[in-house]
């Protein structure tokens, strides 16, 4: 027999028009057969939103997020500064919130930066060297007592501002004696 009668065998479209397909290049997406070739369509968003990394795709690996170092970038935190991505991580160094004041409690808040808040019933210095037992209030430092004395009715007890010492001074003429009739 002749080969001649037999049908024709099918030809296979390997890419029918308008249906889906893999190009081969992981940086497309939404691939599709235009004019029997795979096309692909659109490209792939490499974006990993982080400022510390080089964002780019390889057809072969698709998306790459290459670790920078050096560059400056904002970590969002209050309390950091001098920010530099450091092998892909944002990082800076903390900042002081010390306001030297012994009557705050000095805190840092990420989304806040520094808060100083006022403590009671703590130790503090006021400034006068004639005072002692200095304590915050509210976040203020109240003075203390003063601790001189003196034994004599007729003189007051006084401090050196400058120096802190006690002394005496005479009660001034013409002002009643602390003790009646006692000068």
Do not use: K, R, Y
Not at 15 to 26: K, Q, T, V, W
Not at 47 to 76: K, R, Y
Not at 146 to 166: F, N, Q
């Amino acid at each position: 027999g002749s080969h001649e009668d037999a049908p024709a065998p099918d030809v296979v479209d390997p890419c029918p028009e308008g249906s889906a397909c893999d190009d081969g290049d992981l940086c497309t997406v939404g691939d599709t057969c235009v004019e029997g070739v795979c096309v692909g369509a659109a490209p792939v968003t490499c974006v990993d939103d982080n400022a510390c990394t080089e964002d780019s795709c390889d057809p072969e690996a698709g998306c790459l997020f290459e670790p920078l170092t050096g560059a400056d970038c904002d970590d969002g935190n209050a309390c950091s500064e001098a920010t530099t991505c450091q092998e892909g991580v944002c990082l800076g160094a903390t900042i002081s919130c010390d306001d030297e004041d012994p009557c705050t409690s000095d805190a840092c808040e990420p989304d806040a930066g520094c808060v100083h808040e006022p403590v009671w019933l703590v130790s503090c210095e006021d400034g006068d060297l004639c005072t002692v037992g200095d304590t915050c209030e509210e976040g203020v430092c109240i003075p203390g007592e003063v601790p001189c004395e003196v034994d004599d009715p007729c003189l007051l007890a006084a401090c050196d501002a400058e120096t802190g010492a006690c002394g005496a001074l005479p009660v001034e003429d013409g002002l009643p004696c602390p003790v009646a009739d006692a000068c």
